[in-house]
């Protein structure tokens, strides 16, 4: 079975600085691989999504960027963080094609 | 564009209720629909998904249903459990939207003992 891996679990960083949030993929290979946001109260942010190694789309104009430098692996960045990043990050994945979408635990990050 | 909705955004049931869940979204043209379970500060964990051309699913006490032409799917629980308490959010696969998933606000569950 497919499983999403995130790290940190919880991150505290002050306005200004830079920003790197990592998923890596167990169980399957070429998964399409999705950064959402989830803020207090609200619903699911689709925020980047990657079918491919090197190959990022990007679905809000924002402060944060994505790479996936390998198969399993998405990363999230930001130069320098802004109050607003403060959310609930989640990495999904999914198999080549139209099935389910699966999650990772999340990484809460406040800005301060 | 596509909106899902979930009402209601919050229930409260005693344990052993049977209890539905409704998610309505605009534009029935849809690839899929999947139901998932958010507990606090976690992730979210899948629990049914249901194709376009599929009425229902079943899993143990969970009950999806789809009906594609009014916009319209229902989680129903049978015998609610405390450990069922959680965020539950629906989140739709429109046709012409590639891969992406747009999700409902969610509906949070509290299973009274």
């Known amino acids: 079975s497919q499983t999403i891996h995130q790290w940190p679990a919880t991150l505290v960083q002050p306005v200004g600085s830079p920003l790197s949030l990592e998923c890596t993929v167990e169980?399957?290979?070429?998964?399409?691989l999705y950064w959402y946001r989830q803020a207090a109260g609200r619903g699911l942010q689709l925020l980047f999504y990657?079918?491919?190694?090197?190959?990022i789309s990007s679905e809000v104009p924002q402060n944060l960027s994505a790479s996936r430098p390998q198969d399993r692996q998405f990363i999230l960045s930001s130069k320098k963080l802004l109050l607003s990043d403060s959310g609930f990050y989640l990495c999904?994945?999914?198999?080549?094609?139209?099935?389910?979408?699966?999650f990772g635990p999340g990484t809460r990050l406040t800005v301060l | 564009k596509q909106e899902v909705t979930q009402i209601p955004a919050a229930l409260s049931v005693p344990e052993g209720e049977n209890l539905v869940l409704n998610c309505s979204f605009t534009?029935?043209?849809?690839?899929?629909l999947q139901w998932f379970r958010q507990d606090p500060g976690k992730g979210l964990t899948s629990l049914l998904l249901?194709?376009?051309?599929?009425r229902e699913q079943t899993s143990g006490r969970l009950n999806a249903s789809l009906d594609k032409s009014s916009g319209r799917s229902t989680l129903y629980i049978a015998a609610s459990q405390p450990g069922d308490s959680a965020t539950y959010l629906c989140?739709?696969?429109?046709?012409?939207?590639?891969?992406?998933?747009?999700f409902g606000g969610g509906t949070r569950l509290m299973v009274k003992p």
């Open positions: 249901i194709q376009s051309s599929q």
């Open positions: 990657s079918v491919g190694i090197g190959q």
């Open positions: 534009d029935s043209a849809i690839y899929n």
């Open positions: 169980g399957t290979s070429n998964p399409n």
């Open positions: 989140a739709v696969r429109a046709n012409n939207a590639g891969n992406m998933l747009t």
């Open positions: 999904a994945g999914q198999r080549e094609g139209f099935g389910e979408q699966f």
